[in-house]
């Protein structure tokens, strides 16, 4: 197995952005943690900066974006929301797009056994759903 290079995975909410990290040979996906987006002009410009950020700590230049596609297979509000808000970064990085449907519902079963209670956090969810949409594109790519 070569090295594939590293990817920095995105669970895109309104509020919260979850990210995480595998290593360069695709073996160990890593929770980062949360950028929170705030609802303002400069907002989405501040997560954008800091996820680049983000890249530049882990040396890569791939972005794995989580788009929750409707279950009939169509871009809803949400997915076109993830699609537009991270268009600024195209020319600048290469963007993978994967089907994320169910990976928050997942992340909460996952939090649920742990005993861990999300319901007050919710930046748990959103962290586990990157690591879980990166995963579910390593299983499918890898």
Not at 50 to 55: F, P, R
Request: aromatic share 8%; charged share 30%; proline share 3%.
């Amino acid at each position: 197995m070569g090295i594939k290079g590293r990817i920095v995975a995105l669970d895109i909410g309104t509020k919260r952005i979850g990210v995480a990290v595998c290593d360069p040979m695709w073996i160990v996906v890593s929770k980062v943690g949360l950028v929170e987006r705030k609802n303002t002009p400069s907002g989405d410009q501040m997560a954008l900066d800091e996820i680049k950020k983000i890249c530049d700590e882990y040396n890569t230049k791939t972005i794995l974006i989580g788009v929750p596609y409707n279950m009939d297979g169509t871009l809803g509000f949400q997915a076109e929301n993830c699609i537009n808000f991270i268009k600024p970064l195209e020319g600048e990085y290469k963007i993978l797009y994967h089907d994320e449907r169910l990976s928050s519902f997942e992340a909460e079963e996952i939090l649920k056994k742990e005993g861990k209670k999300y319901t007050k956090n919710k930046g748990l969810v959103d962290v586990l759903s990157a690591c879980i949409i990166l995963q579910d594109y390593i299983n499918e790519k890898g």
